[in-house]
């Protein structure tokens, strides 16, 4: 066996491809797994086909899990791939554009006979005609390596290929140094015989072939990354949006109602939750998404956090019923998980093009709360943060995440319990005095009354609402009054928001983002600052209302760059709010900004 000491690197970017059925997520999620309890900060990239099922090897069926494991912060996972494995032509092509130079592609060689090549729609075999002359090869039959591994345990070729995705892990695990028992234990929970002793002994294969056949120069180390004190554990965001919505309805002593229609990429919401039954949280898979926003208003007029998830077309279906929403002043949560469009477009794939539309996309003059997620981990915060602002200014709130953010990793902090504010929630029970819109004088919140509380009986529905009283009301000098109303009550939640955090230089070029364009940007503003260039970065959360003192702070900057994965959406809002000549950085491309991508951009307009 190979006795060569590792090699200490800083940091390596891992991608798995094959076909979807080939199982490239759960090993990819493994790989994460293991170096997340090393200790190295992890940041992922699931990458699934649009294609339900598109038939095997060929490139519109290719699923890819890519990795960044450090011994240092990291907010990407990853520009250029290190390695790349790939399981048939179609995932080898797909990716290879992604390789860096002298990078290392690891390739199941039983998979480029003549058929396969046809399936991918190949005329020549890349293994022969120079494709990689400029990478380290590392063909493996393993496949055939695989059979063999797992013949003693009785399967068919079919079950016995099943396992050749561990197999690949198996020589990862080698390749960096890592201890496959946290996989083996994963084996142990997940399959019954024999297939967890057939995947483990393909696993087992795959680390020692590494290790024996010395196809590799040598291993390689990534060190420990050093995180501030506590207890850490992987997330995704869809993961951490259902904690952070089950903590809510803790810290306000309600229950919470969650109605969704499934959608990708954010069905795992619904998931998520599901499991906290015990927490006072119910879910409710509806019929189709205007049943869901239907019976989560109906939810929250019950005295409930009524919350409901989707994505783009989802928000398109719910448009008239979150003006409902609006009209009754109730508290709704609407989270949007946003993928390329339009109508179905790339459902798998992440962008940031629904912005406008929760803004401006219902009849009449129906403003909602808006904000946004920068990261797996950071759901959690913005999910108490709905909540807190939905109940206490007795509104819809659009929490905007992507499919990036949705399905991508990282280290989450879990926090200490104790240490989270209660979000006290005061329902109306005394009927002196009582009309159903009247309003506080700070947030101009209505009183929320659970029905059936005696003596606060009240008139509630679409049609315009009397000021105060509630009854219906066709008077124009009324509806004007109300819409500005409810728009005020939208502006005032900029009175409760912390100020504006400014990462880097407070002059010279600020880079403006939102969403899940945060690590890209912080990296890429990291990189040109080492450089001596003169850069600050400002990351939103709040899009509607904008902080308040944004105004002053973009003041201070001679250029303002926005990247966006849109065609500029908050560029538009935030030129003609602040009337400044702010430029966009824009990428439709269903994958997110790289870090270079951002640093290109500041160095062309610093």
Request: charged fraction near 20%; charge should be negative; hydrophobic fraction near 40%.
């Amino acid at each position: 066996m190979n006795k060569t000491a590792p090699q200490q690197v800083d940091h390596v970017v891992i991608r798995f491809a094959g076909d979807s059925g080939d199982g490239m997520q759960l090993v990819g999620g493994q790989f994460t797994r293991s170096s997340a309890l090393l200790g190295n900060d992890v940041a992922t990239l699931p990458d699934y086909p649009a294609e339900i099922r598109a038939p095997a090897g060929t490139q519109e069926g290719v699923s890819g899990f890519q990795i960044q494991f450090a011994g240092h912060d990291i907010h990407t996972p990853g520009d250029e791939v290190d390695v790349l494995v790939a399981m048939n032509p179609a995932a080898l092509v797909k990716n290879l554009i992604s390789l860096r130079s002298a990078g290392i592609v690891v390739v199941n060689s039983d998979k480029f006979k003549a058929a396969d090549l046809a399936k991918a729609r190949l005329d020549t075999n890349p293994l022969e005609d120079g494709t990689l002359s400029e990478y380290r090869s590392i063909l493996a039959p393993i496949t055939t390596l695989t059979r063999e591994a797992v013949a003693p345990f009785g399967l068919n070729n079919k079950d016995a290929d099943r396992c050749k995705n561990f197999f690949a892990l198996g020589m990862m695990y080698w390749l960096y140094s890592r201890d496959p028992q946290t996989t083996i234990d994963f084996l142990e929970r997940k399959f019954k015989s024999p297939y967890k002793e057939a995947n483990k002994a393909a696993l087992q294969a795959g680390h020692d072939f590494a290790g024996t056949i010395e196809l590799f120069q040598n291993p390689y180390e990534v060190p420990t990354a050093e995180f501030p004190a506590g207890d850490y554990r992987n997330i995704t965001g869809n993961a951490a949006l259902a904690i952070g919505l089950a903590t809510a309805a803790a810290k306000t002593g309600l229950n919470l109602f969650y109605g969704s229609y499934p959608i990708t990429p954010a069905s795992d919401i619904l998931h998520s939750l599901a499991p906290f039954k015990n927490y006072g949280v119910a879910t409710y898979q509806a019929e189709d998404e205007i049943a869901a926003v239907c019976a989560s208003i109906g939810a929250s007029y019950g005295g409930h956090i009524g919350v409901t998830g989707t994505s783009g077309p989802g928000i398109a279906l719910k448009s008239e019923a979150i003006g409902l929403a609006v009209i009754t002043e109730l508290p709704l949560v609407i989270i949007d998980v946003q993928r390329g469009g339009p109508s179905t477009g790339l459902p798998t794939k992440t962008e940031q093009s629904d912005l406008l539309q929760n803004f401006y996309g219902r009849n009449g003059e129906a403003p909602c709360a808006i904000l946004c997620t920068r990261s797996p981990s950071d759901c959690f915060e913005v999910a108490l943060e709905a909540v807190r602002i939905a109940t206490t200014y007795m509104m819809p709130v659009v929490l905007l995440s992507d499919g990036y953010i949705a399905n991508g990793a990282e280290p989450w902090a879990i926090p200490d319990i104790d240490q989270i504010p209660e979000m006290k929630v005061t329902f109306r029970t005394d009927p002196e005095g009582f009309q159903p819109y009247m309003r506080d004088a700070d947030t101009l919140s209505r009183p929320w009354v659970v029905p059936g509380t005696p003596g606060l009986e009240h008139r509630i529905g679409g049609l315009e609402k009397a000021d105060g009283s509630g009854n219906v009301s066709y008077d124009p000098d009324n509806h004007q009054r109300m819409c500005e109303l409810r728009a005020e009550k939208v502006q005032r939640i900029a009175d409760s928001l912390p100020p504006t955090e400014i990462s880097g230089d407070d002059s010279g070029l600020l880079v403006l983002g939102w969403g899940s364009t945060w690590g890209a940007i912080r990296t890429g503003v990291g990189a040109c600052r080492s450089k001596g260039m003169k850069v600050g970065h400002v990351h939103l959360r709040h899009l509607n209302p904008l902080p308040k003192d944004l105004g002053e702070i973009l003041a201070r900057y001679d250029k303002v760059l926005i990247p966006e994965m849109n065609l500029g959406q908050l560029l538009k809002i935030i030129r003609s709010e602040y009337l400044i000549d702010a430029v966009g950085l824009n990428k439709i491309k269903g994958q997110p900004f790289l870090t270079r991508e951002i640093a290109a951009a500041i160095e062309e307009h610093a």
